[in-house]
């Protein structure tokens, strides 16, 4: 059976400079997360907003986005859904900070840690080939649509040990000529409240 494709698109380049804000690798991280506990189910391909394309063969979009960036991350959402009608997710510390927000044209919204609630949905996704509510409605972490309104789950706890998190696979991303740096500590740096 054909392997899946996974699409993930980081939405936070500067349009000024058109400068990658920094490495995406909450997304990287996704990808290898998914890939160490659904191994070999997913192919997964890593595109910067500005490489971006509709003609990407993809079967499901993964967005992340922070508010600066959302109106941006929703003209994508739509073109995707007008173009191919595929799945398509946002995370990121937007939807994390306004899960009732979720724009329309999201099928699902994962809200703060997505490394476990990005696998449980592809999981599913793998299963069923869709979302459906009543598949949604057991999965923490997540907001959703139903019946004209925005499903917002109970929250998922973080993920202990620290140590089920693998490397991110930085491998998806071209590194060339480019500064790499990791946090070292959970969750935002600054004086974030989400």
Known sequence: MKKREILLVSIDINEE????????LNLCYLAGYADKYLPGAFDFKLKSYLDFSLRESADLVGLS???????RAVKIAEEIKKEKNIPVLLGGSHITALPHTLPQPFDVGVIGEGEETFTELLALFKEKGEFLPAD?????GIAYHQEGKVVVNPPRPLIAPLDKIPFPRRDLWDMTGKTMWITSSRGCPFGCIY
Do not use: V
């Open 65 to 71: 986005s922070m508010s600066k960036y959302i109106p």
């Open 17 to 24: 400079t058109f400068y990658e804000q920094g490495t995406p």
């Open 136 to 140: 949604l409605a057991e999965i923490k």
